[in-house]
């Protein structure tokens, strides 16, 4: 248990579909990230809270994703209308002050598109 | 961003030390170093950071020369678990996201 609990695990949808992946950070964790994973490669930032602000975000977060972070502890990742291009491990991270001591993952969760 | 540099794939036998090393030529003064170990089906592991000379802790250690430029994770006698893909990232202080490369992928074998 690293201590940043994702769910769900696993998700297979349909193109086009919508999809939501929550994030549980601990308490302390005053940062909250998302990162997103394909084969092979290493994570991608996608965006980044602040408590409950979302302060940056990447160029590769196009118009279907958006992320929320209401007071300051879960997050939520959503995806609309699902492209196979989306399939891949979304990646949660949470850290205290400015991460100066290390960011810490959860398990991710695994998005397939088909 | 400091662009980092290091081996794609690594083999080791169990038991060996094993040294990875990460060139960041470009690294400017502000910036520091910090390690990440994936397993499969795992979110990446902070091992160890550092911004100059020696680090040490009960998983690893983390030699950084004077001039920065390069740095090495060394793993003592590795086992089958260590197996995984170790990330060497250069970050700047108070950076709002952790810029990852492909990594070193690390295989011990039996």
């Known amino acids: 248990d690293t201590g940043v609990s994702q769910d769900p695990r696993h998700k297979i949808t349909k193109r086009g579909q919508n999809v939501t992946f929550r994030c549980d950070p601990i308490?302390?964790?005053?940062?909250l990230y998302w990162y997103r994973q394909t084969l092979g490669q290493g994570p991608e930032f996608l965006t980044y809270f602040q408590n409950e602000a979302q302060l940056e975000k990447s160029r590769l977060l196009s118009d279907r994703f958006s992320a929320e972070r209401p007071k300051g502890s879960f997050s939520t990742l959503e995806i609309q209308r699902t492209e196979q291009g989306d399939s891949a491990m979304y990646l949660c991270?949470?850290?205290?002050?400015?991460?100066?001591?290390?960011?810490?993952f959860g398990s991710g969760t695994r998005l397939t598109v088909v | 961003l400091a662009k980092t540099t290091q081996p794609i794939s690594m083999d080791s036998y169990e038991g060996q030390e094993v040294n990875i090393t990460c060139s960041h030529n470009?690294?400017?003064?502000?910036?520091?170093i910090t390690w990440y170990q994936q397993f499969p089906s795992q979110g990446p592991r902070f091992i160890i950071q550092?911004?100059?000379t020696k680090v040490t802790n009960e998983v690893a250690s983390l030699f950084i020369p004077a001039d920065r430029k390069s740095s090495t994770l060394s793993l003592p006698r590795v086992s089958l678990s260590d197996t995984a893909v170790y990330y060497c990232?250069?970050?700047?202080?108070?950076?709002?996201?952790?810029?990852f490369g492909t990594g070193t992928r690390l295989t011990v074998i039996p």
């Open positions: 470009n690294i400017a003064t502000n910036d520091y």
């Open positions: 550092g911004y100059k």
């Open positions: 990232l250069v970050v700047q202080t108070g950076a709002n996201n952790l810029f």
């Open positions: 308490s302390e964790h005053n940062r």
């Open positions: 991270a949470g850290a205290v002050g400015q991460g100066e001591y290390g960011y810490t």
